[in-house]
């Protein structure tokens, strides 16, 4: 990932430092991520209000370092950067450094990601973000390197300027984070709107378009917002038999295919697992409407690896939303491909998840073994793993378990203005922080609320009660003007759009 931040440096300033009042808190962790940062020589705290009332105690500012087990540059940044012992005195005596698990907290991931995306137009981990105590950010970026005198844009360069900024400068420190949050506030609007058919297609075209761009260029090809876009582009093939949209899927799917076996991962984050997933839906569509057996081939194969890697749940933390996403994916899929076998793994496999994070009437938590309840993303992709195994078996607990967790939607995380928030409650950590989002996009998962109102569709279809029709239909009309030009990722919402305007 190139190196990218925010706004422009001037030249770097000495600066006294301090011995830390910080230990590094990360043997405490409960993820493999988190974990592998203890002995770093950065005095890393967890995400939480403590670190903040911290920064408010020692007024400094914080840094938010946001990365993922599967992102090949937090790797390199965690080697270069935080392993250096220079860097990590730096860091400790003027910050205090907050380190987050982007498959832990992807609330939090998102939050930050949007004000990086709002000032400077990047996307992807890591995140290395600036914010003062209260949690608003006034600086950052992606990947920044230990050391780049020539240009300044190293963090031996970075952090003292930063630092003394925040000092010096407080008002328009302030100033600016208001801004970054009022920037990142409006990408993260809901903009209600009226569900048309000619929109819809219109912008499904537009998906067409960027995937035929992307596909020029096949190493940006490998994300699960890809996939989605080609199983819409298959979808949409089906339903209008345009041989133009049929040859965009089917080499978008065949360069998808080819950077699956590579070894080389390029400058993707995304967990290999979840594209095979969503590239399992794509061919199990491919299949569907072109009766390629070279598609059929593909998924058994892509289902048969991901079956086998459904380990049990025996006290290691499994992330409820990303295992659902797999085990709803192999449970449409597999059976599509004639797989039954790697379905009934999956549909095991669900059964552990539900013993290990759902109570009747409760929200799924979001990680097995704590007692939290979890996020939207948790809820929806569990309703649609347990839609389809009712599907794949007929058994009614699954779709009772379905019916219970919509109802959960609608008593916990529904907003009245439409759409569902991504949290149940605000998150307490920073201050500033009360105001909850609303997910539509496609991004490491399909989009919550989109998936929502899948699910929501899937149960009238299930159950044949009209109100979750019209519940998924006041969900997409949430989201419906603000949808536009969005391209790629509003692939799932597009999806569910055309089939919900397709039932009238």
């Known amino acids: 990932m190139p190196l990218r931040i925010l706004i422009p440096l001037v030249a ?35 995400w939480g209000r403590d670190a903040f009332d911290l920064a408010q105690r020692l007024d400094r500012p914080v840094l938010l370092y946001v990365g993922a087990q599967d992102c090949r540059w937090c790797t390199v940044m965690d080697r270069e950067v935080y392993g250096d012992r220079v860097l990590g005195t730096l860091i400790d005596s003027l910050f205090v450094p907050v380190r987050v698990d982007r498959d832990e907290r992807p609330d939090v991931a998102r939050r ?21 105590p209260e949690g608003s950010a006034f600086f950052g970026g992606t990947y920044f390197p230990a050391d780049d005198p020539v240009s300044g844009r190293g963090l031996r360069q970075i952090l003292p300027e930063v630092a003394r900024s925040y000092r010096e400068q407080r008002a328009f420190v302030e100033r600016h984070a208001a801004l970054v949050g009022q920037l990142a506030g409006g990408r993260r609007a809901v903009s209600h709107g009226v569900l048309r058919a000619d929109a819809v297609r219109f912008e499904i075209g537009t ?10 260029q096949p190493a940006l090809l490998g994300s699960v917002p890809h996939t989605q876009a080609v199983a ?26 080819d950077s699956l076996a590579s070894t080389a991962g390029g400058e993707r984050e995304d967990p290999p697992d979840l594209v095979r997933a969503g590239l399992l839906r794509a061919l199990a569509f491919a299949w569907a409407v072109t009766a390629e057996p070279r ?31 797999r085990i709803a994916a192999l449970l449409d899929g597999a059976p599509a491909l004639g797989d039954t076998l790697a379905a009934e793994r999956a549909r095991a496999a669900l059964d552990a998840l539900l013993r290990a994070v759902y109570r009747p009437r409760r929200p799924v938590r979001h990680v097995t073994g704590d007692g939290a309840g979890g996020l939207l993303q948790d809820q929806v992709q569990v309703v649609t793993a347990c839609l389809a195994a009712h599907d794949f078996t007929g058994e009614v607990r699954y779709l009772a378990v379905a019916r219970d967790l919509a109802a959960v939607l609608d008593r916990e995380f529904a907003d009245p203005l439409g759409g569902y928030f991504d949290a149940a409650q605000a998150d307490p950590a920073a201050p500033n922080q009360a105001d909850r989002t609303k997910q539509v996009l496609d991004d490491v998962l399909p989009g919550a609320n989109a998936t929502a109102a899948a699910g929501l569709l899937r149960l009238f279809r299930a159950t044949g ?17 603000g949808i536009g030009g969005e391209g790629i990722r509003a692939a799932t919402y597009l999806t569910v759009a055309r089939e919900a305007l397709a039932g009238r």
């Not at 808190?25 to 991520?33: E, L, N, Q, V």
């Not at 998906?207 to 020029?216: E, H, K, L, S």
């Not at 339903?239 to 080499?251: F, I, N, W």
């Open 207 to 216: 998906v067409r378009g960027a995937i035929d761009i992307v596909a020029g």
């Open 465 to 481: 009660d009209s109100s979750y029709q019209r519940r998924a239909e006041a969900v997409l009309e949430a989201f419906a003007a």
């Open 295 to 325: 598609y059929r081939s593909a998924g058994v194969s892509i289902a048969r690896a991901l079956a086998a890697d459904l380990a049990p749940i025996d006290g290691r933390p499994v992330f409820t939303d990303q295992e659902a996403y």
């Open 12 to 46: 770097v300033t000495a600066c006294a430092v301090e011995r830390s009042p910080l230990t590094n808190r990360m043997s405490h962790a409960t993820t493999t991520y988190l974990a592998r940062a203890a002995r770093q020589p950065v005095s890393w705290q967890p």
């Open 232 to 257: 819409l582009l298959f979808r949409e093939y089906a339903l209008s038999a345009d041989s133009g949209t049929l040859h965009t899927a089917t080499t978008a799917l065949g360069f998808l295919l």
């Open 112 to 132: 930050y990601q949007a004000a990086v995306q709002a000032l400077a137009g990047l996307r992807g981990l890591p995140l290395t973000v600036f914010l003062t």
